[in-house]
């Protein structure tokens, strides 16, 4: 079970970086970006990036306190 949780954190590492690659690339072309679509591609590359990190570290496991 722990495989298949750090591979489902794997992609949605992948596609979060596959969202700001997106963003960056409508900024950069000549059209320019949709401002609402970009700043829902930022957001989803967020949550995507909390929801790997959630899924790497697993349910049992607390953060340290520093």
Partial sequence: MTVLRRIAAVLCVLIALLLAYSVIAAVVSDE???VGVAIGYVIGAIILAALASVL???KGRS????
């Fill in 63 to 66: 953060r340290p306190v520093a």
């Fill in 32 to 34: 320019g970006a949709r």
């Fill in 56 to 58: 790497w570290r697993g």
